[in-house]
C-alpha cells in the first residue's frame, strides 16, 4: 500500500470515529438506560406505551437537529473549517447533558428534557460530519468508508451493550453516564482531528476529494440525478429501518416478561457482544465490496433476510436460538445502514451534500421517532407482560422490513 493509500484510509478511520461514539451513547440509553429510567417512574402496565412517546418525541425534534446542522453546514461555514462549530456544540453539550443526566432523571420530565437535549445535539454533531462521504469523489472510497463507517457504529453498539450492561448492573453508581460521555469525548475529538488533517495536508495533494468552497450559484440548483429515485431510497429506507430502530427501546422488557430472565440486562447486554461480533464482520467486508456486488442488490437483499428471522423470534424462548436469529439481523441491519448512506451519496450533487445527507438521514429519525409509538401502542393494545403482545410486535417489524424491500425494489428500478 503507497503512503498516499496508507493517508486516505488513516483520513476514512479518523473521520468515522464519532459514529462509534454516537451508538455507543444510542444503544445504551435506547435498550438500557431509558427503559431503567422510565421503569422506575411510571406504573408498570404503562411502561412500554409511555417508553414509546417519550422516544417518538424526542427522536421527532432530535431530527431537527441533523437536519438544520447539514443544511447550514453547506451555508454559514466558518472560511474551509469543515462543519467544526456545528461538530464542536453537538459533543460538548451532549457530553455536559451527560453528565447532568443522573440529577435531573427522578422525574419523566427530567427524563424527556435531557433525552431531547442528547436527540438534537447528537444529531447536530453528525448532521455535520454526514455529508463529508458525499464529498469524496472516488466511489471506491466511499465504499470503504461505508465498510469502516458500518465497522465501528457496530463496535460502538457492542460497546455500549458490553460495558453500559455491567456498568447498569453494578455498584458503581452513575458511571454508565460518565463513561459514554469520555466515549462521546474522545470520539468526537478523533473526529475533528481527522478533519483539521485533510484540510491542512490533504488539499494540497490529489486525494479525490472535492473542494470544500462555498458553492457557486449556478451548482445550488443541481439536483440528485433523480430525485424520484432519491424520494423513493428516503421511503423504502424509512420502512426498513422502522422495523429495527423501535425493537430496542423494548428488547429488556421482551427478555424480562418472555424470556423470565431476572437480571435482563446482562442477558441483553450478552446477546448485543454476539451480535455484534457476527455483524461487524458483514458490514465491513459488503461495505468494502459494495460497489463491484452492488450497492441496491445488497441494501434490497439485507430487508428481506431481515424479515425472515424477525418473524420467527417470538416463537422460541431459547436464549441461543434468539442469539442465533438476533445475529442474523444484525449482520443484516450492520450492512443496511453502511451501504445505504453509500447509495444516498451516490445519487447526490457534491454542493449540496450536508442538506441531501440530512434528507436522507430523515428516514433514520423518522422511523426512530414513528416506530416506538406504533410499537409501544401495539404493545398496550396486546398488554406488555403477555408473549402475544411481543408476537404482534415482531410480526409488524417483519412487515415493515418487506415494505422497505419492495419500494426500494421499485427505486432500484427507477429510471
Same mark, same amino acid.
Given at each position: 500500500?503507497?503512503?498516499? @493509500?496508507?493517508?486516505?484510509?488513516?483520513?476514512?478511520?479518523?473521520?468515522?470515529?464519532?459514529?462509534?461514539?454516537?451508538?455507543?451513547?444510542?444503544?445504551?440509553?435506547?435498550?438500557?438506560?431509558?427503559?431503567? @429510567?422510565?421503569?422506575?417512574?411510571? &406504573?408498570?402496565? @404503562?411502561?412500554?406505551?409511555?417508553?414509546?412517546?417519550?422516544?417518538?418525541?424526542?427522536?421527532?425534534?432530535?431530527?431537527?437537529?441533523? $437536519?438544520?446542522?447539514?443544511?447550514?453546514? &453547506?451555508?454559514?461555514?466558518n472560511?474551509?473549517?469543515?462543519?467544526?462549530?456545528?461538530?464542536? /456544540?453537538?459533543?460538548?453539550?451532549?457530553? #455536559?447533558?451527560?453528565?447532568?443526566?443522573?440529577?435531573?432523571?427522578g422525574?419523566?420530565?427530567?427524563?424527556?428534557?435531557?433525552?431531547?437535549? $442528547?436527540q438534537? +445535539?447528537?444529531?447536530?454533531?453528525?448532521?455535520?460530519?454526514?455529508?463529508?462521504? /458525499?464529498?469524496? @469523489?472516488n466511489?471506491?472510497?466511499?465504499?470503504?468508508?461505508?465498510?469502516?463507517n458500518? #465497522?465501528?457504529?457496530?463496535?460502538?453498539?457492542?460497546?455500549?451493550?458490553?460495558?453500559?450492561?455491567?456498568?447498569i448492573?453494578?455498584?458503581?453508581?452513575?458511571? &454508565?453516564?460518565?463513561?459514554?460521555?469520555?466515549?462521546?469525548?474522545?470520539?468526537?475529538?478523533?473526529?475533528?482531528?481527522?478533519?483539521?488533517?485533510?484540510?491542512?495536508?490533504?488539499?494540497?495533494?490529489?486525494?479525490?476529494?472535492?473542494?470544500?468552497?462555498?458553492p457557486?450559484?449556478?451548482?445550488?440548483?443541481?439536483?440528485?440525478?433523480?430525485?424520484?429515485?432519491?424520494?423513493?431510497?428516503?421511503?423504502?429506507?424509512?420502512?426498513? +429501518?422502522?422495523?429495527?430502530?423501535?425493537?430496542?427501546? +423494548?428488547? #429488556?422488557?421482551?427478555?424480562?416478561?418472555?424470556?423470565n430472565?431476572?437480571?435482563?440486562?446482562?442477558?441483553?447486554?450478552?446477546?448485543?457482544?454476539?451480535?455484534?461480533?457476527?455483524?461487524?464482520?458483514?458490514?465491513?467486508?459488503?461495505?468494502? +465490496?459494495?460497489?463491484?456486488?452492488?450497492?441496491?442488490?445488497?441494501?434490497?437483499?439485507?430487508?428481506?433476510?431481515?424479515?425472515?428471522?424477525?418473524?420467527?423470534?417470538?416463537?422460541?424462548?431459547?436464549?441461543?436460538?434468539?442469539?442465533?436469529?438476533?445475529?442474523?439481523?444484525?449482520?443484516?441491519?450492520?450492512?443496511?445502514?453502511?451501504?445505504?448512506?453509500?447509495? /444516498?451519496?451516490?445519487?447526490?450533487?457534491?454542493?449540496?451534500?450536508?442538506?441531501?445527507?440530512?434528507?436522507?438521514?430523515?428516514?433514520?429519525?423518522?422511523?426512530?421517532?414513528?416506530?416506538?409509538?406504533?410499537?409501544?401502542?401495539?404493545?398496550?393494545?396486546?398488554?406488555?407482560?403477555?408473549?402475544?403482545?411481543?408476537?404482534?410486535?415482531?410480526?409488524?417489524?417483519?412487515?415493515?422490513?418487506?415494505?422497505?424491500? /419492495?419500494?426500494?425494489?421499485?427505486?432500484?428500478k427507477?429510471?
Open positions: 500500500m503507497d503512503s498516499l @493509500q496508507r493517508v486516505r484510509n488513516r483520513f476514512l478511520f479518523g473521520y468515522n470515529m464519532l459514529y462509534l461514539g454516537s451508538n455507543y451513547l444510542w444503544i445504551s440509553l435506547e435498550s438500557l438506560i431509558l427503559p431503567t @429510567q422510565i421503569g422506575a417512574v411510571v &406504573d408498570p402496565s @404503562q411502561v412500554g406505551f409511555i417508553l414509546g412517546i417519550t422516544a417518538s418525541v424526542g427522536n421527532a425534534l432530535g431530527m431537527m437537529g441533523n $437536519l438544520l446542522a447539514g443544511i447550514l453546514s &453547506d451555508r454559514l461555514r472560511g474551509k473549517s469543515l462543519r467544526y462549530p456545528y461538530i464542536i /456544540a453537538g459533543v460538548v453539550v451532549v457530553i #455536559l447533558t451527560l453528565i447532568l443526566e443522573p440529577f435531573i432523571s422525574s419523566l420530565p427530567g427524563i424527556l428534557s435531557g433525552y431531547i437535549l $442528547l438534537a +445535539f447528537s444529531n447536530m454533531a453528525i448532521g455535520a460530519t454526514q455529508p463529508v462521504l /458525499a464529498e469524496i @469523489q466511489k471506491d472510497q466511499r465504499g470503504t468508508s461505508a465498510g469502516i458500518g #465497522l465501528f457504529s457496530l463496535m460502538g453498539i457492542g460497546l455500549g451493550f458490553g460495558l453500559t450492561s455491567y456498568l448492573s453494578s455498584p458503581f453508581v452513575n458511571y &454508565d453516564f460518565y463513561a459514554i460521555a469520555a466515549g462521546v469525548a474522545i470520539t468526537g475529538t478523533g473526529t475533528l482531528l481527522a478533519l483539521h488533517a485533510r484540510r491542512n495536508t490533504f488539499l494540497s495533494i490529489n486525494m479525490n476529494y472535492t473542494s470544500i468552497s462555498l457557486h450559484i449556478s451548482s445550488i440548483r443541481n439536483f440528485p440525478i433523480n430525485l424520484i429515485k432519491f424520494g423513493k431510497l428516503i421511503a423504502g429506507s424509512f420502512f426498513v +429501518f422502522s422495523g429495527i430502530t423501535g425493537l430496542t427501546y +423494548f428488547e #429488556l422488557y421482551f427478555f424480562k416478561e418472555v424470556l430472565f431476572s437480571n435482563a440486562a446482562i442477558y441483553v447486554g450478552i446477546a448485543g457482544i454476539v451480535v455484534i461480533i457476527v455483524s461487524s464482520a458483514s458490514a465491513m467486508v459488503l461495505g468494502h +465490496f459494495s460497489t463491484r456486488l452492488g450497492r441496491w442488490n445488497i441494501i434490497i437483499a439485507d430487508a428481506i433476510a431481515a424479515s425472515i428471522p424477525t418473524f420467527i423470534i417470538p416463537y422460541f424462548r431459547s436464549f441461543y436460538i434468539f442469539l442465533i436469529l438476533g445475529s442474523i439481523i444484525g449482520a443484516t441491519y450492520g450492512t443496511f445502514y453502511s451501504v445505504s448512506f453509500a447509495v /444516498a451519496s451516490d445519487l447526490i450533487p457534491e454542493n449540496e451534500s450536508g442538506k441531501y445527507m440530512s434528507y436522507f438521514y430523515l428516514s433514520i429519525a423518522g422511523a426512530s421517532s414513528f416506530s416506538p409509538l406504533i410499537y409501544g401502542s401495539v404493545l398496550l393494545f396486546f398488554g406488555q407482560t403477555s408473549s402475544k403482545g411481543f408476537t404482534a410486535l415482531f410480526t409488524l417489524s417483519g412487515i415493515f422490513y418487506l415494505i422497505g424491500a /419492495a419500494i426500494l425494489y421499485l427505486a432500484h427507477t429510471k
